[in-house]
């Protein structure tokens, strides 16, 4: 029976691999499979085959005052974790969470590097959200992230590409986000920045405008308010290929149904927001603009102009969001308008 042994570097540290009959066997202090452990490796252990960027890494939140709701919240986040590890294999990955999670399980079943403990007591519980949910805990713990370039994500986010583009722009901008839509502000599932002191900053006058329009209350316009509080921030908004939303029908049948908003995407895809996996539907095309629809009865279109998402959308295609000539991976922010007054 032959052997070969190869030699990797992660992180400055030499890792012997001895490739075996019966599969592979992998030395790291932490980080250990026996032979028959093949499929669990296939995501997780990913990362060992190339040099990881300890500066840079995607934060997930995970909490709630029920623990039951918070361990959903945990596996959706585990869901798009593998996303991230398919198209990603070398990102570091932390989850901030109440839920009781073993770093040494996540770190070999998820590829998890750090987990950030959530007292119970900094959770609120809403009572304008059908789900209980705030946003006040994430503002207290945006600060502890491990990465001075973070990326954070909602769980119920799917990562369809390659993210590096959004940490080598924060090499220029301190704060990246995407449009929220509807309101003149970001939608804050997706944001990314750099642990600068104007982000310190930034995250105390955040905490200062939830505590004027409530703790318990979208967060979205404080953050805007907090951004106009400080303008040296330099302040970008990604395209919104990274957070794609499928545009829902609000109506059973197509050519019967209504649309609140409409969003055009120019090229791939790298986020997906909804929790599932649209990634190929969305990406098939994506040469051309196109709109990413979907009605109550969970069918999808894929629709490529102005006439065609009349037909399918009642002749309601026509919203400020929809735009089939505008192409362009950032754009520096504007003076956020106070609409909430």
Not at 106 to 118: E, K, S
Not at 142 to 155: A, E, G, H, I, R
């Amino acid at each position: 029976m032959g052997k070969r042994a190869r030699f990797h570097r992660l992180n400055g540290l030499t890792t012997l691999v001895i490739i075996l009959s019966c599969g592979i066997l992998i030395y790291l202090p932490w980080y250990s499979f026996p032979c028959s452990s093949s499929e669990r490796m296939s995501k997780a252990s990913e990362k060992l085959y190339c040099v990881t960027e300890p500066d840079k890494g995607v934060l997930y939140f995970a909490y709630h005052k029920d623990h039951k709701h918070a361990e959903h919240i945990l596996m959706r986040a585990r869901d798009s974790i593998d996303s991230i590890r398919r198209y990603n294999p070398c990102m570091n990955v932390t989850v901030a969470t109440n839920v009781p999670l073993p770093l040494n399980n996540v770190r070999n079943t998820w590829g998890v590097d750090h987990v950030i403990p959530i007292a119970d007591a900094d959770i609120l519980e809403s009572p304008q959200d059908a789900y209980g949910r705030q946003w006040w805990t994430r503002a207290l713990y945006l600060s502890k992230s491990p990465y001075f370039y973070t990326m954070q994500l909602d769980s119920d986010r799917t990562v369809c590409g390659d993210l590096s583009q959004v940490f080598q722009l924060l090499q220029d901008y301190d704060f990246l986000g995407v449009s929220a839509g509807i309101l003149p502000a970001f939608d804050n599932g997706v944001m990314a920045w750099a642990k600068r002191p104007k982000i310190d900053a930034l995250w105390e006058q955040w905490k200062e405008e939830l505590s004027k329009t409530g703790r318990t209350l979208n967060d979205q316009p404080s953050l805007a308010k907090a951004f106009d509080a400080l303008p040296d921030i330099r302040v970008g908004a990604l395209s919104p290929t990274y957070q794609s939303k499928l545009i829902p029908a609000q109506g059973e049948l197509w050519g019967q149904a209504k649309a609140s908003r409409t969003l055009v995407l120019h090229g791939e895809a790298k986020i997906v927001a909804g929790g599932a996996d649209y990634c190929q539907s969305i990406n098939e095309d994506a040469s051309r603009p196109r709109i990413f629809l979907k009605n109550f009865q969970d069918e999808y279109k894929v629709v490529f102009s102005q006439e065609e998402c009349n037909e399918h959308l009642k002749n309601t295609c026509n919203f400020p969001e929809i735009d089939w000539d505008l192409d362009f991976l950032v754009m520096t922010r504007t003076k956020y308008i106070d609409s909430y007054r």
